[in-house]
């Protein structure tokens, strides 16, 4: 019945309405009749005569509010007899789908949690991840003052992503999905083939379009028809606006426990102001953020330059040092930290102090060759003169050894010249007895 104030336009008696409202309803629960009757609300009342939600088993109730020129339709189960309900008001959409409510203010902190590890698509901030990467299922922020590289960093994640075949859903707020394409190009990732295949897809929209359960309806919506593997919000600090902290809170922690209950990897961006401090997001959902990646300006000698840590990474090791990181033709480049007396340097101060630094190594290594060379200088010397004292040795020993030879031949000889003589005096040359010594 739609509407039943229309069925009974014609009785301006109230009290003959009312028991005709009550009739109506006894006589369709006689026949068993199941029946949705739309109904006006009441100034006062969910119903324009205040009866037809005392009579009714179920009670819906559709509400559509407009706030800072911004409408969101709305819908709350009032009562449902029999039966337990939630009793939140949820968003709903009507568009060419039809209508599809999106209860998932519903959602408890009872999901399911994965072992696995996914790639960043830059392969030295994977190592400061224990070499891995993030958890599959995790949500990932990157927050930064403007122009650091967070959405190049989310285009690295998606790219990544999509090489393995997996399906990315890419949430713009701030630019169009051709212009962001278009940009990304400029650090040598092409996002476009991507988005022909099917595995990428864009939704830009202002954050004032709609309303933030309109935001969350969508976002909720687009999850259930694309099935993502991962999830881009960039950024999330746009839907600031106003004294609206605890709604955008509570909205994006809808969207957390909604991807996390799905298995889906989210990495959100934010803008952090200039002059506020790093550690902390504007939105104020740091406590619900897995692994959290914090780029800063570094500003020394007169330059601008870009760095990046680990803020804290749940579940993991992770590296605590700040790592410069470049945009370069072929895409981000992590360099390795400075490790040097000088403390943290970046971009031509860290250029001219390695010169410094390697130019003393330098002088240090020519020193340690010219000592090399004078021993081995010394060496030879020594061995030179080792070498001439073997000689004169040699020639001595072998004089000596002449002479000893000489002088035992001319002993021998001489010994020769005696017994020669003998026996030319013929001279007894054996010994003679004692006896004929005596005798003779």
Known sequence: LDTIESLFAGLPNHLILRAELRRLFQWLKEKGVTAIITGERGDESF???????????????????????????????????????????????????GFSVLPVTSLGLNHNVSNKRISSGITLLDDML?????????TVLVSGTAGVGKTSIAAHFAEAACKRGERVLFFCFEESPNQLMRNMLSIGIKLE????????????????????????????????????DIVILDPINTFVVGDKEFEIKTMLMRIVDFLKSE????????????????????????SLIDTWLL?????????????????????????????????????????????????????????????????????HKREIERRKRELERKRKELESQIAALNADFVLEESEAVKMIKTEQEMI???????????????????????GNLKKS
């Open 193 to 228: 083939p991507w988005v022909q295949k099917g595995l990428l897809q864009f939704h830009a929209t202002r954050p004032t379009f709609y309303g933030l359960e309109m935001h969350l309806a969508v976002t909720h919506k687009m999850v259930n028809v694309f099935k993502p």
């Open 295 to 363: 780029l800063r300006d570094i500003e020394l000698s007169g330059e601008r330059n870009r760095g990046l840590y680990v803020l804290k990474s749940r579940g993991m090791a992770n590296s605590n040092q700040i790592r410069e990181f470049i945009l370069t033709n072929h895409g981000v480049k992590l360099r390795e930290a400075y490790i040097g007396t000088s403390g943290g340097l970046t971009g031509s101060a860290r250029v001219a102090q390695e010169a410094l630094e390697n130019a003393e190594v330098l002088t």
């Open 47 to 97: 119903t324009r005569q205040g009866l037809e939600e005392y009579v009714s088993d179920c009670v819906i109730m559709l509400d559509h509010r407009v706030t800072e020129q911004t409408s969101t339709r709305r819908l709350r189960v009032v009562k449902y007899r029999g039966s337990t309900h939630g009793t939140n008001e949820y968003p709903f959409l009507i568009d060419e789908n």
């Open 263 to 286: 298995q889906i990897t989210a990495l959100f961006t934010s803008l952090t102001p200039g002059d506020g401090a790093f550690d902390n997001s504007d939105v104020g959902i740091s």
């Open 130 to 138: 224990e070499g891995k990467g993030y958890y599959r299922g995790s």
């Open 412 to 434: 021998k000889k001489m010994e020769q010249n005696k017994m020669e003589m003998a026996v030319s005096r013929k001279a007894v040359t054996r010994k003679r007895a004692p």
